[in-house]
């Protein structure tokens, strides 16, 4: 690894908000004697489940739903599940302090370097910086008002209903209510209606209401099934060894993920299986090529598939680049301080891997 300087501070200025988020510019000057310093990246890779969420809970008569409705499917005990919906892997770097390098340029140059938020090199000689894909991650969802919880179902419970001591009464009281709602909403559609609505937007406004009061009715016999949804993200960090099925997280059926020491979840399990391992470039001849002197260091990344399983089903993959799989390597510093056709360079702020080298525009 190549010497370290102690003058980091200097040359270091904050990128405008148009040029980067959160980055900073290191410039090469007799201050810091025309050498910088930074970190490349280590990967992590942060996954995130989303885990849904199913609460049923049974009407005050499902005894009597067979009866006084014909239902044979009524819930008749109040349950909780959980099943896993989606899993989302979001590679990312974070600055390995054991993978500091300095560059040192020519005296009178003033090259820079861009560092991305991570604190690692983005790009060099220009202020633009590459165009990174961007993961769309889940978003916990509440859950939906159940039938029982609407104000048509306020609507719908008449004082006759809630005064009744008799169980068997009030299940009579409901039943009669739901048949006296499809008969209403049967004659507004015929046209039978005694009193009906002056226009078709009113008319679908009376209908909609009178299927939500039928809806919470008749959930007093069904019973109710409420859904949603719950994100949690755990940061995996690879090492340069394969991984066959290690305890990743845990599924509850009440609490969803929790950590893999609750055993009231059953395991979620995680593999890595390496693709291939990078490795340092060769000559014409074959032979491995020398680290330029005073070398600008990037990344060779290796690339692994990690997988998510859960009773005995694959539930998530990737195929991903890891810079902990690879070697470290240098391009000579003279690219970068050409008088005539100085060059610029994009790197991988998630594995310090080349985008892209070429000419400064």
Known sequence: ???LLTTLAAGLVALTPAAAQSAQRLTASKANEYGLIYSL?????????????????????????????????????????????????????????DNRWLVQFKAGATPYIILADNNCPVAVNTDRLPELPETELPEAMKAVPTALETDAARQAITREMTMSSSLSKRADLVAQRIFELRETRSDLISGQAENTPPDGKSLQLVLDNLTAQEDALTAMFTGTTKKYTTVSTITFEPDSESVNGEIFARLSPVDGIVDINDLSGSPIYLSMDIINEGSLPVNEKGETKSFPKGGLAYNIPGTAVIRLSYDGQEIGRTETALSQLGVTFGLDPKLFTDKKEPSKLWLDPTTGAIIELGPVD
């Open 1 to 3: 690894m190549n010497k």
């Open 41 to 97: 990246p280590t990967t992590v890779v942060d996954i995130t489940i989303e885990a849904e969420h199913t609460e049923c809970t049974p009407g005050p008569f499902y005894n009597y739903s067979r009866l006084k409705l014909g239902v044979d499917n009524a819930i008749t005990a109040p349950s909780k599940s959980v099943t896993i919906k989606s899993v989302t892997f979001t590679p990312r770097g974070v600055a390995d302090n």
